[in-house]
Structure formats: C-alpha cells, structure tokens
C-alpha cells in the first residue's frame, strides 16, 4: 500500500486526513517514522512554513510526504494575523483565548469584519513539489459565540450562516472549512494517481 507521511504529530489532524482518504493510502505522523523534530516554522507565508516541512521530511528520510499551514486573513487589519495566527497574542506561545480577546480588541468599532481561513498543503512526491489551498470566506463576530471547535472557532463565522464554526458543530464544519477543502484537492490528486 502506498505510504504517505504527514509532517505534523497533531493527532487530530492525522485521524480527520486518515477519515477523508481512507485505506487507500496509509497516512504515517512524524512519530511514525521516528522524526522527534519540531519543525521551525520560520517563513513569512503559509506556503513557505508548508515547504520547509515537507522538505525537512524528504530531505532527511526520502519519504513522499506532505505538510500544512493556516492563517486567518482579516480585511481591516492588513492580512493580519495571517502566518502568525497560532501566536497572534504571544509571540512565544499559542494562546487561543488570548488570542481570540486580541482579535476582537483590534477590531472593535470597525464595520468592516471580512475575514478568510485559508490552508495550504505541500505534497512532495517522487521530487515533485504540489501545492494545495483551501480557503474559507466570512466575517469576525463582535463576540464569542459557542462552544465546539477550537482556536478562533467562536468568533469565526463562515460563508453568510450567521453562525459561528463553534456554533455550527463539528460535522458542518468539516464540510466546509478551509482545511476540509485543501485536504479534498489533495485527495482528488492522490486519486487521480492511483486511478492511473
Ligand atoms: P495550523 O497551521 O493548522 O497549526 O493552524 C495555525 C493556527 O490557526 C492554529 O493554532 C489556530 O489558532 C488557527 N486555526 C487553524 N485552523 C483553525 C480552525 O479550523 N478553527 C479555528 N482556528 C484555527
């Protein structure tokens, strides 16, 4: 069976990509293949941090493998957290409630709350450098609204529902966001291949 690893040890992310692909491709995390690293993500765009992981992994075990990065991109501010969304708050540290209060602090009194989650995946195989990007279009509420998900899931509200991805739940969720839809492109990639 063709082995595909997966440059991150976050479980979740592992077990949402194994439900998506299925039994096709065996989906190995970092500690499967015995990679302790924490990889730096020191690049100043999504696909940059994406590359350096994926590289990091085919330069050191000459496996196919694949890496993601996501940001969530405010109109009114810039752009901004975008590739610092994890640490937005901190510098040292992710601090999703810190992080959230600091978005909603930096945006209070503005009318203009259009925001994007955007996820990008670098697959390298045989060599070959793909890239790969989800996006998610809505707008920051003014407050925190519901209780499932995580990071900025409570102020996040997705595509003209009016509701945020923590009040949304977790099924609707995965069917539209922004990772969802940048797994999928890779998905269709993979099985495009095999169908070969
Ligand atoms: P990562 O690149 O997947 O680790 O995502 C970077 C950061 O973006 C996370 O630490 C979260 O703060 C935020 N983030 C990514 N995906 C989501 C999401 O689906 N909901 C809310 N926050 C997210």
Redesign the pocket.
């Known amino acids: 069976m063709k082995q595909l690893v997966f440059a991150t040890n976050?479980a979740h992310?592992i077990s949402e990509i194994r439900a998506i692909i299925g039994d096709k491709i065996e989906i190995l995390s970092l500690a499967d293949i015995n990679c302790p690293t924490d990889i730096p993500e020191i690049a100043e765009t999504l696909e940059g941090n994406a590359l350096i992981k994926a590289r990091y992994v085919y330069e050191h075990y000459g496996l196919d493998c694949f890496a993601?990065?996501?940001?969530?991109e405010v109109v009114a501010l810039g752009g901004a957290p975008g590739v610092h969304?994890?640490r937005y708050a901190y510098a040292d540290r992710?601090d999703?409630e810190a992080?959230t209060r600091k978005l909603l602090s930096e945006l209070e009194g503005k009318n203009d709350r259009r925001a994007a989650?955007r996820?990008v995946i670098v697959l390298i195989e045989n060599g070959e450098e793909y890239v790969f990007e989800g996006r998610v279009d809505g707008e920051i509420a003014t407050e925190e609204r519901g209780k499932e998900?995580?990071?900025?899931?409570p102020v996040?509200s997705p595509e003209n529902t009016g509701r945020t991805?923590a009040e949304l739940g977790v099924a609707m969720?995965n069917s539209i966001?922004?990772?969802a839809r940048a797994v999928r492109k890779l998905c269709e990639h993979i099985e495009r291949e095999t169908a070969l």
């Open positions: 976050n992310k993601d990065d996501t940001g969530l969304t994890a992710n999703p992080n989650f996820t998900g995580f990071g900025y899931d996040f991805f969720k966001s922004h990772r």
